[in-house]
């Protein structure tokens, strides 16, 4: 996994974004309505779904903060 992550940091702190979107989402009770992940709250979640040991990339920071500002827009726009 460490390999992944030096390989391409960048592709790997995408990929973890969006498991970390999907795995929250899927925690979500389906009669509660969906809640746009915090930073905080996704960069958790996003470095659950590593082994432990292997820190998050220096890219997360970007992609984290870009992807919890996506998720919060497209809450507004759905009324939640």
């Known amino acids: 996994m460490e390999r992944g992550i030096q390989g ?3 592709a790997t702190a995408i990929h973890l974004g969006l498991s ?3 795995s929250l989402e899927a925690k979500n ?3 509660a ?3 746009a992940p915090t930073q905080e709250g ?3 979640e996003a470095q659950a ?3 432990e040991g292997i820190d998050l990339p220096e890219e997360w920071d970007y992609v984290g903060g870009e ?3 996506a998720s919060h827009c497209i809450s507004v726009m ?3």
């Open 33 to 35: 309505p969906s809640v």
């Open 42 to 44: 996704l960069k958790a």
């Open 67 to 69: 992807m919890s500002v």
């Open 78 to 80: 759905r009324g939640i």
């Open 29 to 31: 009770q389906p009669s």
């Open 49 to 51: 779904l590593l082994p």
């Open 20 to 22: 970390a979107l999907a």
């Open 8 to 10: 391409n940091p960048k």
